[in-house]
């Protein structure tokens, strides 16, 4: 017997801890949720990195865990939460740590993905399971439990909506580094894990930073953590560039100040990291570049069809399969696999994208299939 669904949810848990591109892919459902049910509260267990970005996002209460803590962090949640009750949890992260926090939450409902999606054995530490969604959007994916919960209909009458929540003291700092004059924004790493390979090349990088100086008179902003190998990135790139096309503020700027960055720029161009997901959410034109990760699965979500798109001649070549007899969400894990895009595509690509935009923009009427 299937436990029952609440009809009107007085307090909903949604428990996701991870990633920057993940929790900014989340947030149109918890917009769904709020209009839905207006009076619920909703309380969100989210990371530490990932609530400095989302901090002040309106109508949620958030639950902070720093996965450094260790079992002291969640035993700290479990009392924190020690007397209350959630009519329903969303189990949103597929990963045993949240699994095991979840633990200590006590919850009526609580709902997590099928088992084609689960990982981790999550669907030993849920109630109920999402109806099976194949090959869905990481968006779509977390829609399907508003989907479950208010039905599809409503669900799906409305447009996207994300309203992140930045200071004006976010945009001063952006102000800072960028200037006055337009610009466009290149993150050229993503998250540097082991064996992740989403790294475009400097050569690359430096040919649409070039295109976008001597033929929009646009300078590139280059921005990104400060980890070892984002500096040195940074610094082949600016060594191939012209002086005064590009502004390296790699490490420079905090998570809010970027996202103001992100909003006031031209257009976005990075692969598959955080950066490409922020933008989107900000409605900002996205360029993002994909060879190891399956763009239908991950791209930007408004700016799919901007997408520079090599991940099935990846599959082929370092995988030797066919893109439809690979599992749903496979990684080409091979370190050549970004060097089959190539610069014409991008700057092609850069040049339709700024072309169609503001008219192909979704900032104005944001649509699912925009």
Known sequence: MKHPLPVRPAHICVLRLSALGDVCNLVPTIRVLQRLWPDARITWIIGKGEHSLLAGLSGVEFIVYDKASGWAGMREIWRQLGDTRFDVLLHMQQALRASVLSLGLKADLRIGYDKARAKDWQHWFTHRQLAPHAHAHVLESFLDFARLLGGEERVDAEPLRWDLAIPDSAYQEAARVTGEAPYVVISPCANPRLRNFRNWS??????????????????????????????????????????????????????KGLLAMLDRARMVIAPDSGPVHMANALRTPTLGLFATTN??????????????????????????????????GTRVRHPDAMSLIRADDVIAQFDALLDAAPSASPRSEPDHEA
């Open 295 to 328: 763009p239908d699965r991950a791209a930007p979500y408004c700016w799919r069809r901007f997408v520079v798109d090599r991940y099935p001649d990846a599959v082929r070549r370092y995988l030797h399969k066919s893109p439809e007899a690979i599992p749903w």
């Open 202 to 255: 400097a050569e690359g990088y430096a040919a649409v930073i070039a295109h976008a100086w001597e033929e929009h008179g646009l300078r590139t902003v280059m921005t990104g953590g400060n980890s070892a190998q984002e500096q040195e990135m940074g610094a082949r790139i600016r060594a191939l560039c012209a002086e005064g096309a590009v502004i390296d503020a790699i490490g420079g700027t905090s998570l």
